[in-house]
Nanobody, 125 residues
Framework: QVQLVESGGGLVQAGGSLRLSCAASGRTFSSYVMGWFRQVPGKEREFVAAIRWSGTSTYYGDPVKGRFTISRDNAKNTGYLQMNSLNADDTAVYYC??????????????????WGQGTQVTVSS
C-alpha cells in the first residue's frame, strides 16, 4: 500500500504560480511512477504530468506543456508539481497518484493503483 497526501493548493490570480506537493508513505515511493491528474465537476479526470521512478523521464499533457514542471525527491518520499502562468482553465481538483508502470499507461487513470484525496486549485481571472 502507498498512501498519498497532496498539499499546496489554493486560490491564485491568473498568471501566478503554485507548487503542489505529494507526500508518500507506505511502500517504497521510489519504486513507483508518480503522476498528477486534475478534474473539474462533470468532466473526466485529466492527465497532467508523470515522472519515472528515477526522475529522468517525464510526460506532460498538452494543456500544461511549457508551464508545469513535475519533479520528485525520493529521499523525502515527496513529489512536486510546479505550476506557472496559471489561467482559469487550470482550475480543478489536483490528484497525485502512484503507478508501477511506465510508458503510455502512465498517462491514463487506469494505470495508477494509488491516489491521494486531492487538493483544490482555483485560478481567478
Amino acid at each position: 500500500q502507498v498512501q498519498l497526501v497532496e498539499s499546496g493548493g489554493g486560490l491564485v490570480q491568473a498568471g501566478g504560480s503554485l507548487r503542489l506537493s505529494c507526500a508518500a508513505s507506505g511502500r517504497t515511493f521510489s519504486s513507483y511512477v508518480m503522476g498528477w491528474f486534475r478534474q473539474v465537476p462533470g468532466k473526466e479526470r485529466e492527465f497532467v504530468a508523470a515522472i519515472r521512478w528515477s526522475g529522468t523521464s517525464t510526460y506532460y499533457g498538452d494543456p500544461v506543456k511549457g508551464r508545469f514542471t513535475i519533479s520528485r525527491d525520493n529521499a523525502k518520499n515527496t513529489g512536486y508539481l510546479q505550476m506557472n502562468s496559471l489561467n482559469a482553465d487550470d482550475t480543478a481538483v489536483y490528484y497525485c497518484a502512484a503507478s508501477p508502470s511506465w510508458g503510455s499507461v502512465a498517462t491514463r487513470t487506469s494505470g495508477y493503483e494509488y491516489w491521494g484525496q486531492g487538493t483544490q486549485v482555483t485560478v481567478s481571472s
